[in-house]
């Protein structure tokens, strides 16, 4: 059974970091693209990383880039969202997904739809 478990999450100030996990068990780690999407309140889920399973090409919304950094570690299975400047509007139910999608990489990720396993999620609140 594929299962995907996301931590790390809490309360910060503006400013400030955070780094998610995503632990995934139940399929060949390697063999999917892990993806990282939030849902702010009153909001669609928004894409906001993922890795390419393949080449390990990344892709970043521009919401994020340039300070979210998204790194897997095959030795634990466990794929990271590293979130620095945080900013209030971060606020939000972060998942990580899991799949093989038509799109990640350099400038496309695949919307919500196409990914097949999810986790739970973490809440992250940014304060100002």
């Known amino acids: 059974e594929v299962q995907l478990v996301e931590s790390g999450g809490g309360s910060v100030q503006a400013g400030g970091s955070l780094r998610l996990s995503c632990l995934a068990s139940?399929?060949?780690?390697?063999?999917?693209?892990i993806g990282w999407f939030r849902r702010a309140p009153g909001k669609e889920r928004e894409g906001l990383s993922c890795?390419?399973?393949?080449?390990?090409?990344?892709y970043y919304a521009n919401s994020v880039k340039g300070r979210f950094t998204i790194s897997r570690d095959r030795a634990n299975n466990t794929v990271y969202l590293q979130m620095d400047n945080l900013k209030p509007e971060d606020t939000a139910v972060y998942y990580c997904?899991?799949?093989?999608?038509?799109?990640?990489?350099?400038?496309?990720?695949?919307?919500?739809?196409?990914?097949?396993?999810w986790g739970l999620g973490t809440q992250v609140t940014v304060s100002s």
């Open positions: 890795e390419w399973s393949g080449d390990g090409s990344v």
């Open positions: 139940g399929f060949y780690f390697d063999d999917k693209t």
């Open positions: 997904a899991a799949e093989h999608p038509r799109f990640c990489s350099h400038g496309k990720m695949s919307d919500a739809w196409e990914w097949g396993y």
